[in-house]
C-alpha cells in the first residue's frame, strides 16, 4: 500500500485512541521507523506528510540523510555505541536511547549545540530488552546536570512483542509515572515532557496511556 494510504488508517487509529483518553491528537507525533526501507520509501513517508523519520544505524542514517538532507526531523532510535557518537551527532534531531554516563559524556563532548536526548529505561521483564532499571532512572538524570550539550526532553521504552494488553499497559504506565516524578523536579536541563513508546502493533495502548511519539515501522512504510 502507498504510505499515504497506511497514514490515514495510523491517523484514524490515533483519533480513535485519543477519544478513548480524551486526549488532543496533536500531541501525537508520529516517527516512521524508515531502517528497513529504501530511501525512496522514505522519500514518499516525507511526501505523504511525515515529519519525523527514525533510524537505528549510523549507515542507514547517512545514506537517507545524505539524499533527504534536513527536511525531516532524524531521530537515533538504536543502541548507540559511544565511539559511533562522533559519526551521527551533527546529523540527528533526537538521540531515543541515552542509557549511561559513558554516552552523555561522549555526547556532550562531541556535541556543538544542546542534543534533545531520551532516557531509555526498561519498564518489561525480557532479558533482550534494553534500558535503564528504572529504581535508576532519578539519580541517573540528577547526574546529567554537569553535562551542558545535554537535554532530556523525555523517557523512552520498549514493551514486550505480546497482544496481552495488560502487559503492555504495565510497561507504558511506570514510563508515565516516572516522567511525571522527573517533571515534578522542575529540572531545566530534563523538562521530559516527551514519552517516546509504541510501535506498530502497540501504539494505540500507548497513546493511551500517555505516548506524545510513538515509532512506526511496518504499519507505516512497510518492512
Known sequence: MKVADNLANINEQIQAACNKANRDPDQIKIIAVTKYVSIERAKEAIEAGIV?????????LNAKRGVLGDKPKWHFIGTLQSRK???????????????????AAEIDKRAQRKVKCFVQVKTSEEESKHG???????SFIQQLEQYSNIQVVGLMTMAPFTDDEHVLRKCFRALKELQLEIQGKQLDYAPCHELSMGMSNDFKVAIEEGATMIRIGTALVGE
Open 52 to 60: 519525523h523519520l527514525g533510524e537505528n544505524r549510523e549507515e542507514g
Open 85 to 103: 557518537v562522533k559519526n551521527i551527532i551533527d546529523k540527528v534531531d533526537y538521540i531515543h536511547s541515552l542509557d549511561r554516563l559513558s554516552l
Open 132 to 138: 535503564m532499571d528504572p529504581d535508576e532512572v532519578i
